[in-house]
């Protein structure tokens, strides 16, 4: 069992920044795909962005050039920096350990004026 637990997200005004973090207590973290989905009101949650174990990083079309993954192995973080908010990005942040298939809670974005 693997406990991802989110933080960070709220309420944001377009073209402003929030970061979302995500800390994970399983172990050899180093060798876990995290991943970033979101899923907005009446629609399919979708995947925002993978972090590989290999290093490597794949975005959706949609947040290509805005958003960026990163993570912190030692402390076993994941994050999400996100930049140019749209309104389009409201929805609901879930954090995934893609390699063992775990959940977040999940932590909502807003993005109004």
């Known amino acids: 069992q693997v406990r991802l637990v989110e933080s960070g997200g709220g309420l944001a005004q377009p073209g402003g920044s929030l970061r979302l973090s995500c800390r994970s207590d399983?172990?050899?973290?180093?060798?876990?795909?995290m991943a970033w989905y979101r899923q907005a009101p009446g629609k399919e949650r979708e995947l925002v962005a993978l972090f590989s174990h290999d290093g490597s990083t794949n975005y959706a079309d949609s947040v290509k050039g805005r958003f960026t993954i990163s993570r912190d192995n030692a402390k076993k973080m994941t994050y999400l920096q996100m930049n140019n908010l749209q309104t389009e990005d409201t929805a609901v942040y879930y954090c995934?350990?893609?390699?063992?298939?775990?959940w977040g809670q999940g932590t909502q974005v807003t993005v109004s004026s």
């Open positions: 995934k350990d893609a390699t063992a298939n775990y």
């Open positions: 399983g172990n050899i973290f180093s060798y876990r795909s």
